[in-house]
Nanobody, 121 residues
Framework: QVQLVESGGGLVQAGGSLRLSCAAS????????MGWYRQAPGKQRELVAV???????KYGDSVKGRFSISRDNAKNTVFLQMNSLKPEDTSVYYC???????????????WGQGTQVTVSS
């Protein structure tokens, strides 16, 4: 079993920055892609950014040029640097990873509990 713990959310004014962190722990044989999703009230969960084990990245259209995803493979941690924040970025941000608990275990998808990001205008 893999646990994901997010941190770094909070309240920030429009134009400000926040940095989210997500640390994976537990029975980890391999971590594959790690990413961030967000879900606002009444809306579907959407991709924010994802990064592969090799460092390839993909961003949602609404955050391109403002957000940056990175990872520290030695610490099983993924980061999301959010700059030029807008009120419409207000949401619960969830960490996500595909991981294998042992060499014989199947790849499974895990989610963190979410962290609130609120951007005031």
């Amino acid at each position: 079993q893999v646990q994901l713990v997010e941190s770094g959310g909070g309240l920030v004014q429009a134009g400000g920055s926040l940095r989210l962190s997500c640390a994976a722990s537990g029975s980890i044989f391999s971590l594959y892609a790690m990413g961030w999703y967000r879900q606002a009230p009444g809306k579907q969960r959407e991709l924010v950014a994802v990064i592969t084990g090799g460092g390839m990245t993909k961003y949602g259209d609404s955050v391109k040029g403002r957000f940056s995803i990175s990872r520290d493979n030695a610490k099983n941690t993924v980061f999301l640097q959010m700059n030029s924040l807008k009120p419409e970025d207000t949401s619960v941000y969830y960490c996500n990873t595909d991981a294998r608990g042992s060499s014989s275990a199947p790849v499974m998808t895990y989610w963190g509990q979410g962290t609130q990001v609120t951007v005031s205008s």
